[in-house]
């Protein structure tokens, strides 16, 4: 069965860094766009990033752009998200998934189908 682990959330600082990282096991998603979502308590599932099959395309959310950045090894069948300057408005359960819908243009949960279970990444002041 095809599974996405996350791993890499934790405690930051504000103004520090993280890096996430989403493994793929029971079949390859090589061939697929992926993508990084986020949700924080009392609030909806909120778009990040994605990127497409080969990881020369990417696109982020504007609350994102120029402090995270998307990328993949297809050899790993692992995706990343490096996240900088963190804020404590970042503070949320990330989560990633694999685009299996392209009825839009990525940035809606509904065109992404096996998710990971979220790794909680937590910005204090």
């Known amino acids: 069965q095809a599974q996405l682990v996350e791993s890499g959330g934790g405690l930051v600082q504000a103004g520090g860094s993280l890096r996430l990282s989403c493994a793929a096991s029971?079949?390859?998603?090589?061939?697929?766009?992926m993508g990084w979502f986020r949700q924080a308590p009392g609030k909806e599932r909120e778009f990040l990033a994605l990127i497409d099959w080969s990881g020369d395309n990417t696109y982020y959310a504007d609350s994102v752009r120029g402090r995270f950045t998307i990328s993949r090894d297809n050899a790993k069948n692992t995706i990343y998200l490096q996240m900088d300057s963190l804020k404590p408005e970042d503070t949320a359960v990330y989560y990633c998934?694999?685009?299996?819908?392209?009825?839009?243009?990525?940035?809606?949960?509904?065109?992404?189908?096996?998710w990971g279970q979220g790794t909680q990444d937590t910005v204090s002041s």
């Open positions: 029971g079949r390859t998603f090589s061939t697929f766009g």
């Open positions: 998934a694999v685009r299996r819908y392209y009825r839009d243009d990525g940035t809606r949960a509904g065109e992404y189908t096996t």
